[in-house]
Structure formats: structure tokens, C-alpha cells
């Protein structure tokens, strides 16, 4: 067993989970300072320092471990002018990158010594007219592990010029003490063997996630010191990727705060319009007619806003899938006999296998689910189109496809149409897709989407085939 390479592959793979923490460290650094870059209140807070701070205070993630700093480069300056900064001494160690920024305006993150940088552009418009930049200092301890590790690999890379001799040198020893120079080889390498083969377990079990594995330190040799570093590597990895997760759910969130404010203000508006119209017409000779279209104004505005919060409300508190044995065929069937009175300029085709085996399904989830396709596939086809319902066996799949020769979707689009309040309707919420690819992914199934523009549109579902053990306990 070539002991040496155990320890230089161990010595490698602690280093790298070390450069793993730095690597998520820049990467939260560049998400803060993207979402900062990308909030409306900031470019229009430039010049007011209370404002600024304000409209930052409020995405900056809780904890005081990152430091921000706005420029504006409408300044004069060459480098710009710092209008806000958390850090007294932020122009030391923001201005070195300030000036390649300048150049090429693109999010990026970096690393110098201890700190580490986010930065993003700011704009006006299409025009770049700031940057934001999210610093964070590396813990002493992490940044002296990663020297420490350099040191031990580089020290490990020299014994290797050093073993010929040392097997020479054991060779003459053998030839002279043949039976004491066994036995001490022997002990030799169990005592060094053991605790690098703990370390390759336990460098395995990091790279499965648990974070929570502790390597037994013993002694006080070179051995041990890297067994010590190992444990406290992995102890940042776990609090760096617990304040990760953190950050990136407070995003979220902050995220979907905005969207419903957004989508909240629409309908806002022409109720406030309308009740300006009455209160104006009062007493007049056409207010009856003014109260009744305000009245229709207020009364599909108020419906719009009790089914956004409706379907926010699904999405957010979606109930556990109540699944027995169903017949996948009544189902689809039930689905389309809602859709018979289409318009004339819309062709209906169908094509169902006549016999089918059950699916384990939550019968009113998955009504929910062809319901909200077939929808989409008529919304689709405005100027008309044939609409296609198609379900048969593939292996033990039932598969389901709804096609329909509408106005098709982008590559960009097709790729965000499972995200959640993403919509290309004008009165869309964005949450009926999510909602059916959670329903599907609940049910054990797949759903895809195949799509081009001005071609149309096919999504496919596919189910487990209940198994007749299945079957057979359901009865």
C-alpha cells in the first residue's frame, strides 16, 4: 500500500473542499450584489445617502458578515465616486477591481488574501451608471488551513525524493534483522495506515453531505494536525452553507414579496379609477350608467385578485396528493367532456387506448392538472387550431400528451415555464404550471415539454402503472 499517495489524495481533497467554501462564499457575495443591482429603488437612490441605505438595508441578508459598496460613475471621477459603503475602507479594497470592471461590465466575483468580492453593474436604462460591490472577509482560520494543507501536501510531495533512500536503507536493515525489520514495518504502517484511511472515510462521507462527520484526532504528529484541519474545514463547510441556504430563502422570498405586491397594484388601479368616477358623477344624469361599468370594473377586478391569492395560496400550502387506484382513462375523458362547446375555429382529436392499467393517483390533483393543459392549449390558439388528446402504455408507463398547433414558445421560454409566477399571459399569475409540474413530481411522474415557435406545443405526462400487488392490497 502506497501510504504516501493515500495522504497527498487526502491532502488534495480536504484543500479543495477548503476552495469550496471560498467558492460559495464568492457566490453569495455576487447574488447579494446582482440583487441589489437589480432593485429599481436603488439607481433612483444615488444621490441621497438616507435613501440608499434604506432600499439596501432591506436585501442585505441578517448576520453583519458581508460589506457593501455603491459607485456612481457618472462622477467625474476616473474611477468613480463611492456614494455609499458599509466599510470605512472601501476604497482599499474595492478601486483594484473597479478599473477591469470598467472595462467589461459583467457580474463576476473574486478573491484577494483574505477577502472576497461580488460585484454587479448598475443600470440606468441600458447604460451602466454604478456597481455594486458585496465584500466578505475570510475567517483567519480557514485561510491558514488552506496554507497549513499547501504546506503538508508540499512536504508529502518531498518524501516522495527521500523513499528511495528510506527503502534502501529498510532493504539492508531486512537483510540483517529479516524478522525485527518485519515486525517494525508492520507497526509502522498500521500506525500510519489507520488514521489516513479515516480520513479517506471521512472525506468520502463529506462528499455524500454529511457534514456532520467528525474525524477522531490522536497524537500530536503531522498526521493529527491534518486531522485537526480536516474537522474544522468541514465545520465551516456546514455553517457557509447553512447562512447559503439562509441567504437564498430570504431571496426567494423577497422575490415573491415583490411579484404579489406587483400583481396586487394592477387591479388596484382601475378600482381606483372607478370609484373616482363615481364620486365625481354623483348627482349627475349619467351616473347610472357610470355605476353600472364601474361596478362590472371593480367586481372583475376584485375576482382577479381572489383568484391570484387563490392560487398563491395552492401553491404555498399544496395539500399532500390523497392517492387510491383510478382509472387514468375516466379521468382524461372527464377532462375533455369540459372542453366540447369549443370555439368553431378549433378542432378536437382524441386518441385513447381502450384499455388501460390503473395509476396511483389523487383523482382531483390530476383532474387539476389536464384541466389547467388543455386550458393552456386553447389559450394558445386564439386564431384556431387543432387541439390533440392522445394517452396509451409505454412499458409501465401510462403516457398522456396534449398537443396543439397554437402560437408555440421560445427556448427561453420553455425553459422558465415551470418557475413559479413566470406567465406570458397578460392576466396570468405564473402559478399554474408550477402548480402542475409539483402535482406531477408528487406523483412520482414526469412531465416535459416539446415546443416551437409558431409550430405549437406538446406536453407529455407520464404515470407508474400500478403494479397488480398494488391492485390487489387496494381491494
Known amino acids: 500500500m502506497d501510504i504516501d499517495k493515500r495522504v497527498e489524495a487526502v491532502l488534495q481533497e480536504a484543500t479543495e473542499i ?227 441556504v439562509r441567504a437564498e430563502r430570504l431571496a426567494a422570498w423577497r422575490d415573491v414579496a415583490r411579484r404579489i405586491a406587483h400583481e396586487i397594484k394592477n387591479p388596484l388601479t382601475p378600482i381606483q379609477l372607478s370609484m373616482y368616477r363615481l364620486r365625481k358623477n354623483l348627482g349627475s344624469e349619467r351616473y347610472e350608467e357610470i355605476f353600472q361599468q364601474s361596478y362590472t370594473s371593480i367586481t372583475n377586478e376584485v375576482e382577479n385578485l381572489r383568484n391570484m391569492v387563490t392560487e398563491f395560496s395552492d401553491f404555498a400550502r399544496m395539500p399532500k396528493p390523497r392517492t387510491s387506484l383510478v382509472d387514468p382513462g375516466e379521468i382524461v375523458q372527464n377532462a375533455i367532456n369540459l372542453y366540447t362547446g369549443l370555439p368553431d375555429n378549433i378542432t378536437l382529436n382524441t386518441e385513447l387506448a381502450g384499455s388501460m392499467p390503473q395509476v396511483m393517483a389523487d383523482r382531483d390533483q390530476m383532474r387539476q392538472v389536464l384541466h389547467n393543459l388543455i386550458g393552456n392549449a386553447v389559450d394558445a390558439m386564439s386564431d384556431g387550431g387543432e387541439l390533440s388528446v392522445k394517452m396509451q402504455l409505454e412499458a409501465d408507463e401510462v403516457v398522456i400528451q396534449i398537443s396543439d398547433t397554437g402560437c408555440g414558445m421560445s427556448e427561453e421560454v420553455r425553459e422558465k415555464i415551470f418557475t413559479p409566477y413566470f406567465t406570458t399571459k397578460e392576466t396570468g399569475t405564473g402559478l399554474g404550471m408550477a402548480i402542475t409540474a409539483q402535482i406531477i413530481e408528487e406523483h412520482g411522474g414526469e412531465i416535459a415539454i416539446d415546443s416551437e415557435e409558431g409550430v405549437g406545443t406538446t406536453v407529455t405526462v407520464k404515470l407508474k402503472a400500478a403494479m397488480d400487488s398494488e391492485a390487489i392490497a387496494e381491494t
Open 18 to 244: 477548503a476552495y469550496d467554501i471560498i467558492d460559495e462564499a464568492e457566490a453569495e457575495c455576487q447574488s447579494i450584489a446582482e440583487d441589489i443591482s437589480s432593485d429599481e429603488n436603488i439607481a433612483a437612490a444615488l444621490d441621497s445617502t438616507e435613501e440608499l441605505e434604506a432600499a439596501i438595508s432591506e436585501i442585505m441578508p441578517a448576520g453583519g458578515h458581508l460589506s457593501v459598496a455603491v459607485f456612481d460613475f457618472r462622477t467625474n471621477i476616473a474611477k468613480g465616486e463611492i456614494c455609499y459603503s458599509t466599510s470605512p475602507n472601501a476604497e482599499n479594497i474595492t478601486y483594484s477591481i473597479i478599473d477591469d470592471f470598467k472595462q467589461n461590465p459583467v457580474p463576476g466575483s473574486y478573491q484577494s488574501g483574505s477577502m472576497v468580492y461580488g460585484i454587479a453593474p448598475l443600470f440606468e436604462g441600458e447604460d451602466v451608471i454604478g456597481a455594486t460591490i458585496v465584500c466578505q472577509i475570510l475567517k483567519t482560520a480557514l485561510v491558514n488551513n488552506i496554507i497549513d494543507l499547501q504546506n503538508l501536501l508540499g512536504v508529502y510531495t518531498l518524501r516522495k525524493e527521500v523513499k528511495s533512500f528510506l527503502w534502501a536503507a529498510l532493504i539492508v536493515l531486512f537483510v540483517v534483522l529479516a524478522v525485527g525489520g518485519a515486525v517494525l514495518a508492520a507497526l509502522l504502517a498500521r500506525n500510519v495506515t489507520k488514521p489516513i484511511l479515516s480520513l479517506v472515510a471521512g472525506t468520502r462521507e463529506v462528499a455524500k453531505g454529511n457534514l456532520d462527520y467528525k474525524v477522531e484526532v490522536k497524537g500530536k504528529d503531522e498526521i493529527a494536525a491534518l486531522e485537526d484541519s480536516f474537522n474544522s474545514m468541514v465545520t465551516q463547510l456546514r455553517n457557509s452553507r447553512e447562512r447559503i
